[in-house]
């Protein structure tokens, strides 16, 4: 099943597990955001089209992180005068994995957090036996570069990566294919790094030219 959506004045054509980059909404990363402007369903028997909406469509997805596009450059120039002006600018954009598509008015499936909660709770042996292993955490964040300086990489995304044992600009900057192809498969990045060229950003980053 797929559905065109609009959101941020743009159509997007998704189906579930697929990941979007779309205008910043006002949401949490791990929050489960709902679609209602939802242009046309299809996948199963004909098709539905809206009019403009379809009725009682909606698509549900999880905030992957907050993060800002690249970065462009604005001048402005005026003849026969000095005025001269440059500016640049990093749309802030949301990461979504679009989770159901829902029709007839049904209502998006809630997180299962609850009995994670309750585990906790009843075993409270295991998170002493855990505690140890918490200890670590530290070290690595004190000794480890800030991944945000890279462009497309927020909050959320340098924990997933520090989970992987990325902590530093030079364990990026020698990422081989194999590497690049392992991280893609484990995030869902789908081609992310070389197509935001993380490898040249953590390069320039270690030689103290600037951010990226």
Request: no cysteine.
């Amino acid at each position: 099943m797929f559905a065109v959506i609009k959101t941020g004045g743009k159509q997007y054509k998704v189906a579930p597990e697929d990941v979007i980059t779309v205008e910043k909404l006002q949401a949490e990363a791990g929050d489960t955001v709902e679609i209602t402007d939802v242009l046309m369903v299809g996948g199963d028997g004909t098709p539905s089209i809206g009019a403009p909406h379809v009725e009682g469509a909606t698509v549900a997805a999880e905030v992957v992180e907050q993060t800002r596009g690249d970065k462009i450059m604005v001048f402005k120039k005026k003849r026969r005068t000095t005025y001269r002006r440059t500016a640049g600018h990093r749309q802030d954009h949301t990461v979504l994995r679009i989770t159901e598509i829902l029709t007839g008015g049904k209502k998006a499936s809630k997180k299962k957090a609850a009995p994670k909660a309750a585990e906790a709770e009843a075993k409270p042996a295991p998170a002493e036996e855990e505690a140890p292993k918490a200890e670590p955490a530290p070290e690595v964040a004190a000794g480890a570069d800030d991944l945000k300086k890279i462009s497309g990489v927020g909050p959320a995304l340098e924990k997933k990566l520090h989970a992987l044992g990325v902590t530093s600009f030079q364990q990026i900057a020698e990422f081989t294919p194999e590497k690049i192809a392992e991280v893609d498969e484990q995030l869902n990045f789908k081609g992310r790094i070389e197509r935001e060229d993380w490898i040249s950003q953590a390069k320039t980053l270690m030689a103290g030219d600037g951010d990226a």
